[in-house]
């Protein structure tokens, strides 16, 4: 198992998020099409650097995210998310994710990207996802939640972690 994990503090409350949340049916496909494009240029920019670019298959990564639970909870609300592969889904793992939003003042939440996913291809997958894939894997979380804070008509605050 592999994990993702990716926190921020921004200007909102947990109410706008499970708002956000509850119908996200008419933002998420925008979010998740700037996502997919983020993560390949990031994919693309690791394989320059490892010096596959030009002699690698390029396939496309993109994602589709569900959401499977909205929860309030006292002072936040916990979002349950299936991320996974459009288009060869073999090669590309499924994440489960819970998107945990925290109240730290009236205006500001503390917002928790937490993800896990098995490595698809056996070891040869667990090596890929330890030199590139695991990286865009946290550029696809990192943008989840600027794509969020775009929503929300806020740009997200200070990075914490």
Do not use: C
Not at 28 to 37: D, H, K, N
Not at 56 to 82: F, M, N, Q, Y
Not at 96 to 116: F, I, M, P
């Amino acid at each position: 198992m592999t994990d993702v994990f990716y926190e921020h503090e921004m200007p909102s409350s947990p109410e706008a998020f499970g708002e956000l949340f509850a119908s996200p049916s008419e933002w998420l496909s925008e979010a998740v099409g700037s996502i997919s494009l983020r993560a390949e240029r990031m994919d693309a920019r690791l394989r320059a650097r490892f010096g596959v670019g030009h002699t690698s298959l390029t396939l496309a990564k993109r994602v589709r995210i569900e959401v499977t639970s909205v929860e309030p909870r006292k002072d936040g609300v916990v979002i349950g998310l299936r991320w996974e592969a459009n288009g060869y889904s073999g090669l590309f793992p499924v994440m489960d994710a819970v998107v945990q939003v925290s109240r730290l003042a009236d205006d500001t939440s503390r917002v928790v990207v937490w993800g896990r996913y098995d490595p698809p291809l056996g070891r040869a997958g667990e090596l890929i996802d330890r030199y590139i894939a695991h990286e865009v894997a946290e550029a696809t979380a990192r943008g989840f939640v600027e794509a969020i804070g775009r929503k929300l008509g806020e740009e997200p605050a200070r990075l914490v972690v």
